[in-house]
């Protein structure tokens, strides 16, 4: 039931290059300290080991579950081993696109988009269970400018509050960008108001010393360095992204910025596996009523 402690120095691909290596992650990683009945809270199971997905009967109450139930992967047809791939590729300093990472697992483009937008989904959701707390700076700023040109705004700049908690030496640490779409490219960034609205549904004021820079000539420059290297990142993996999609990348875009800083190269995609058991997946009709637009016609 445990990964072998001598392969936790494996390379990745070696370590997960089957379905029974990456099964035994996933239920060590569901039940850390054994198996728990969802139903009962029992300890005691028996494992049935006959169907791709192990199934273990609850030995009290006579319950089956599987170590993929309520999380990203339960009810996936796929192999286990192109997740575990897709969760690493997802890790590259730029992440990757649908269309590149179709090409190096060896799926159609729309199960890679939607594979995507299930990882982004759970490290969205994960993220925005944790407030910022501590040093926090609030900076109302522009994504989309130019950082060679930081004078002339893109015409299609969106107005962002941006947040950060910052170490001991002033470099922002977790990282919150917040799209104002309705002042998207007429130059302006956000107003007092929005930033008021950002810091209440985002800081935890209570715990927090709060900085706020409203004024666009007088922000808290590290914030607005991350902001600008979300713009060159995002910009770099996906082509276009329009509006409609534009926050659930800015969240992708933190999300991996806060793993790759607090997590060592190794560590980084089991906090992402961690993520994928704790979030259960998004259903395909939510991502796509969340996202009137067709799936494949999104630049990603
Ligand atoms: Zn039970």
Redesign the pocket.
């Known amino acids: 039931m445990e990964v072998q402690a001598e392969t936790e120095h494996q390379p990745f691909s070696r370590r997960y290059h089957n379905e029974q290596a990456c099964m035994e992650a996933l239920i060590t990683m569901k039940w850390p300290n054994g198996f728990v009945?969802?139903?009962?809270?029992?300890t005691r199971c028996s494992r049935l080991t006959s169907r791709r997905v192990p199934l273990f009967e609850?030995?009290?109450?006579?319950?089956q579950t599987s170590a993929l139930v309520g999380t990203m992967f339960e009810r996936t047809h796929l192999p286990l081993t192109k997740w575990f791939q897709a969760l690493e590729l997802f890790l590259l300093p730029d992440g990757i696109s649908a269309m590149r990472l179709s090409q190096v697992i060896q799926v159609t483009y729309k199960t890679a988009w939607v594979m995507l937008q299930k990882i982004r989904h759970a490290l969205g959701e994960f993220n925005s269970r944790e407030l910022l707390c501590g040093d926090v700076k609030v900076n109302s700023d522009l994504y989309g400018c130019n950082p060679s040109r930081p004078q002339f705004p893109h015409p299609h700049a969106s107005a962002v509050v941006a947040g950060c908690t910052v170490t001991e030496s002033g470099e922002p640490e977790q990282v919150k960008i917040r799209l104002v779409p309705q002042m998207r490219g007429d130059g302006h960034g956000a107003n007092r108001h929005e930033l008021a609205v950002f810091i209440n549904e985002q800081v935890d004021v209570r715990a927090s010393a709060v900085q706020s820079f409203p004024q666009a000539y007088r922000l808290y420059r590290p914030l607005r360095k991350v902001v600008r290297e979300a713009w060159t990142s995002l910009k770099s993996t996906y082509v276009a992204l329009g509006p409609k999609h534009l926050q659930a990348y800015l969240n992708e875009y933190t999300g991996r910025r806060r793993l790759r800083l607090s997590e060592a190269e190794g560590t980084m995609w089991k906090k992402l596996l961690y993520i994928g058991v704790a979030i259960p997946a998004i259903t395909y009709r939510r991502l796509i009523a969340r996202q009137p637009d067709q799936p494949l016609a999104a630049a990603s």
């Open positions: 009945c969802p139903r009962c809270a029992h609850c030995a009290r109450c006579a319950h």
